[in-house]
């Protein structure tokens, strides 16, 4: 698999499939969510309430991963996960880990090749970006996957470093 870093907007990407760091009630949200409910337009919110009213009535839980129509974004799929928010006094990494394989393993059942991950939990949710970094790189390098290409999409240069300093 080969691991590539891109400093931009995750709603731009071509690539089979885009991961959303969304909230458990996939409505939407700020962030990353918004970002890419907004650009991607209604048949994602769509495909997300048939999604609750069916198999999460209670949400999405941290760690896990579901896919739905990426509407029109120029991906053919959304992956939404669910991150953990970070606590100082509880160690989750294995949550934010789950995310990343969660989601490889949720492309590999839809068959994409080329997937675009934000770096999931380090927003609202507060996760230091040296430590979500180590997490992510590690986590989609042992994953098991069939996925040629993992991309990760970051917002800022400090997120950028912090991601090469892992791939590098």
Known sequence: MRI????GDITTQNVDAVVNAANSSLLGGGGVDGAIHRRGGP??????????????GR??????????TAGELPARWVIHTVGPVFSAHEDRSELLASCY???LRVADELGARTVAFPAIST???????????????AAVRAADTEVEEVRFLLFDAGAYAAFAARVD
Do not use: H, N
Not at 43 to 56: D, K, Q, T
Not at 61 to 66: D, E, K, L, S, Y
């Open 123 to 137: 927003g609202a949710y507060g996760w230091p970006m040296e430590d979500a970094a180590r997490i992510a790189v």
């Open 101 to 103: 394989r969660e989601s």
């Open 43 to 56: 048949a994602i919110l769509a495909e997300c309430r048939e999604l609750r009213a069916s198999r999460y």
């Open 59 to 68: 949400g999405l839980p941290t760690g896990m991963a579901v896919a739905t």
């Open 4 to 7: 590539t870093l891109v400093q």
